[in-house]
């Protein structure tokens, strides 16, 4: 069985969104001193590589993490390519072969240099919720920090799928992917409170 890794490493002087708390880890208890294991401390926002987003992160009566449908993130899963647009929208999506297909992975290849936090990313149109919902679409990813526009405060893309029970997985990383049908498992932690989770997502062929 091929495993695909579609993830981020995790690692110090990883790009954060601005502002945001940025990735450390240390051995904070180390086997010297305990005796018997080293102990890692772990900082980071929890938008931080691929992850995916909680409604609570952009609706203050959103589900939190632990309430997530884990259904959603494990199953058929179709990779489109589609370089080098400014925004995504309906018409960019409507002859996908998807039919049946329940998750949906957006190759923008935006994010040109990983190093570095971007400074603009292709982005999903608001119409983009509807569509997918029409479609049966349960999750959507795309391989960049966010399915809206960087400054975006309102938010319309992030709403719509919402609005439209589509969820959403952020910032995988599909360089090495081709398009095509794969299964998708990316599940999220069992965090009670969060508003979002890091995830190791892979693909598998099918
Ligand atoms: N971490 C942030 C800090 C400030 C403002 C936005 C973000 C985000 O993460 C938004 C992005 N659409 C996201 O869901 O990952
Ligand atoms: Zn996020
Ligand atoms: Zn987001």
Redesign the pocket.
């Known amino acids: 069985m091929t495993i695909i890794d579609i993830s981020r490493k995790l690692e110090i002087g990883m790009p954060s969104w601005p502002g945001d708390t940025p990735f450390s880890y240390e051995v904070s208890w180390s086997k010297e001193e305990s005796g018997s294991v080293n102990v890692g401390k772990l900082t980071m926002s929890i938008?931080m590589g691929t992850?995916i987003?909680a409604p609570f992160?952009f609706d203050n009566d959103g589900k939190r993490t632990y309430d997530l449908d884990l259904s959603v993130y494990i199953g058929t899963a179709y990779v489109v390519d589609l370089t080098g647009k400014e925004k995504i929208s309906r018409s960019d999506l409507e002859s996908l072969p998807i039919d049946g297909i329940e998750r949906l992975l957006i190759k923008t290849n935006s994010w040109k240099d990983s190093t570095v936090f971007p400074e603009t990313i292709t982005y999903l149109d608001a119409d983009v919720g509807e569509f997918l919902a029409e479609k049966g679409i349960v999750l959507i990813g795309v391989d960049v920090?966010?399915v809206d526009p960087l400054d975006s405060k309102e938010l319309a893309a992030h709403h719509s799928l919402h609005a439209n029970g589509v969820h959403?997985l952020?910032a995988v990383n599909l360089e090495h992917v081709d398009e095509g049908v794969y299964e998708l498992i990316a599940l999220p932690l069992a965090i009670v409170e969060g508003d979002?989770s890091p995830v190791r997502a892979i693909l598998r062929s099918i």
Do not use: A, F, N, T
């Open positions: 938008h992850h987003d992160h920090p966010s959403i952020e979002g």
